[in-house]
């Protein structure tokens, strides 16, 4: 059910969008005293009363697989997807894109892989260290106190390891290995990689009410005990326990509103449900609506005084964006097959990880990648093993197929690599002129370009990943990919952790917000997703998205005592 907001009434702060960012924002302007109102495109939603964790897939008629709102599965906890109905998005042609939204209360949060690292100190300063991309306005050291923060309140498992560039954190105990884990960590010491427990955020002791997980294997459904972070349960619910925040779903954002002194003054945003446009009014304006999306809000908010969108005068809001690089490869592992059959559920996610490793300066790409692990046993559904014709003497029919899939079960390996994407010109998102969604609000059209830093980045990663399954004594689905295939570099946007478009800086001719992610140009207006990062690093963002927007939260609370907004 949408609420409707009071008539009239001026909030503190508006945040548009609920997610890892728009929600840590909540919570913490709420808890520092402010009257926030938060637009969410999407219904409500929370794990804790939605989630299907328990379901299993035979339950169900699908068994469990993709619809057309669920694209990961009939159970996974995330409405959206690559395409979303009425809501599109074009690409420029010669260009591939993919651009996965989310549309429910606490966005991507609900289904996300929960791997949370920190950016490091050479993340924040790169250009400084290779000569390629930009530095950070900031350093490790201004967002290490928020990285705290965050687990402290959000919780995470992991180890101390003391590895430079992977900051340690506030950990939980991680769960030890499963089998196919000690096969994989066996290899990696082998071969001289570094392999360490993963870092996710689940927690494994009780934390703020919040029961330590029960290691069911399901986290992409929603955890009904709250034992991983979701932003609904974890930021949401406690900003609405302060009886501070105003909370509106299906309200989709179109465009921040602005006043003739050219401060914010609000947002404009149609009731989905009604089709009715509204004005919300407030001093303070948070976009969070994801990176992409946030920059498409500010190009939309076009006046006579910011021709070409707000906070736009250096013409840069939709540029620098970036995508994760990566490729995966599987294996079958003779020495895995017929194993004896064991609980291997686990804390929903990977329980090994591989930082980054090697010294660019013997090889032929600048940055580098980190490697996921997957395999096992988990409770089955449909199209899983992802074809058994692919085992030897896989396939057939009855007592042969059964026996097989007994056999080959849990006898697969995945490693995935994640990498760092350096912002190009050629990768940007503009309004489409032409195409507007079913509100009638602009969308956005991708332009994008892998450079031979990206793909001599993932040649490495699947000749890595290729030594480490013949390590095993396994065998590969797949030939090694050729340049003339990319090397399998997955499309742009694929990986799901685009950043930039609003990217920060201190020169506002080349950014758009600075280091307190404040419009350059637009003192009441902030960005608290990853449109600010000004690289990508080789690690999954959202535990920076989450620092980030706390420390920006606090910058807002700290102005707004002042009066300084
Ligand atoms: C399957 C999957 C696995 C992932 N795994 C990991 C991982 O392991 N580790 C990691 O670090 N990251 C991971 N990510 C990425 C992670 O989910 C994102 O980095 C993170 O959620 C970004 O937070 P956000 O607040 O910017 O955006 P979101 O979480 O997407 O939230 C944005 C919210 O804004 C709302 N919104 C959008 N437009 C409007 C509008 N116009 N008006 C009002 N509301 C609007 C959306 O409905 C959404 O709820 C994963 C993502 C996916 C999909
Ligand atoms: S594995 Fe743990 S955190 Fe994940 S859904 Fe199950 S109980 Fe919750």
Redesign the pocket.
């Given at each position: 059910m949408t609420q409707l907001a009071p008539p009239r009434k001026t909030y503190d702060v508006c945040i548009?969008?609920?997610?890892?960012?728009?929600g840590m924002a909540a919570y913490a302007l709420t808890k520092a005293g402010a009257e926030v109102i938060l637009?969410?495109?999407?219904g409500p939603w929370y794990g804790s009363r939605d989630g299907k964790m328990l379901i299993p897939n035979y339950a169900s008629p699908r068994r469990g697989a993709a619809t057309k709102l669920r694209p990961?599965g009939e159970f996974d906890a995330?409405d959206g997807g690559w395409e979303i109905e009425g809501e599109p998005y074009t690409v420029a042609t010669g260009s591939r894109f993919l651009w996965?939204r989310?549309?429910?209360l606490?966005?991507?949060?609900n289904?996300?892989?929960?791997?949370?690292l920190r950016f490091g100190p050479d993340d924040f300063k790169r250009k400084s260290l290779d000569g390629i991309g930009d530095d950070w306005p900031i350093g490790y050291e201004d967002i290490a106190p928020y990285f705290d923060r965050v687990d402290r309140l959000v919780g995470i498992y992991g180890s101390k390891e003391g590895i430079r560039n992977e900051p340690d954190g506030i950990f939980h105990p991680p769960p030890a290995p499963r089998c196919y884990e000690l096969l994989v960590k066996k290899a990696s010491d082998k071969l001289k990689i570094t392999c360490i427990p993963a870092r996710r955020s689940v927690i494994t002791q009780p934390l703020n009410g919040r029961p330590a997980c029960h290691y069911c294997g399901q986290c992409d459904r929603g955890c009904t005990t709250r034992s991983n972070f979701s932003s609904p349960d974890v930021f949401i619910a406690p900003a609405q326990a302060t009886g501070k925040l105003t909370l509106l779903t299906n309200?989709?954002?179109r465009e921040v509103v602005v006043g003739p002194d050219g401060k914010a003054t609000g947002v404009s945003?149609v009731n989905r449900l009604t089709g009715e446009e509204v004005q919300v009014r407030a001093r303070v304006v948070v976009l969070?609506?994801?990176?992409l999306?946030s920059s498409r809000?500010l190009l939309n908010s076009k006046t006579p005084k910011f021709p070409q969108g707000l906070a736009n005068s250096s013409g840069t809001v939709g540029k620098y964006i970036t995508d994760t690089t990566g490729t995966d490869v599987a294996g079958y592992i003779p020495a895995m097959e017929n194993h004896v059959t064991h609980n291997e559920d686990g804390a929903g996610g990977m329980h090994l990880y591989m930082p980054w490793w090697l010294d660019n300066k013997k090889l032929d790409f600048p940055r580098g990648y980190h490697i996921e692990v997957w395999g096992g046993i988990r409770a089955p559904g449909a199209g899983f093993m992802g074809g058994i014709q692919r085992y030897p003497s896989g396939g057939g029919y009855g007592k042969q197929l059964k026996e097989d899939y007994r056999r080959y079960y849990g006898a697969t390996i995945g490693l995935s690599g994640r990498g760092e994407m350096i912002p190009n010109d050629d990768s940007y998102a503009e309004i489409d002129p032409n195409v507007v969604d079913r509100f009638g609000i602009p969308v956005l059209r991708f332009h994008w370009k892998w450079t031979d830093y990206e793909l001599n980045q993932v040649r490495h990663m699947q000749q890595t990943f290729r030594a480490l399954i013949a390590e095993m004594g396994g065998q590969t689905f797949s030939p090694m990919p050729t340049k003339e295939q990319d090397y399998a570099i997955a499309t742009g946007g694929q990986i799901?952790?685009e950043l930039g478009g609003t990217r920060m800086g201190s020169d506002p001719k080349t950014s758009v917000v600075n280091e307190n992610c404040q419009a350059h140009d637009v003192k009441n207006l902030f960005v608290a997703?990853?449109g600010p990062f000004v690289s990508q690093a080789d690690k999954?963002?959202?535990?920076t998205?989450m620092a980030l927007a706390w420390r920006t939260s606090d910058y807002i609370a700290d102005q707004m005592k002042k009066r300084a907004l």
């Open positions: 548009v969008g609920s997610g890892a960012g728009g637009l969410e495109a999407g990961f995330c996965w989310a549309r429910m606490g966005g991507r949060t289904h996300w892989g929960r791997i949370s309200a989709m954002v945003y969070a609506a994801s990176a999306e809000i799901i952790h997703d990853g999954n963002p959202t535990w998205i």
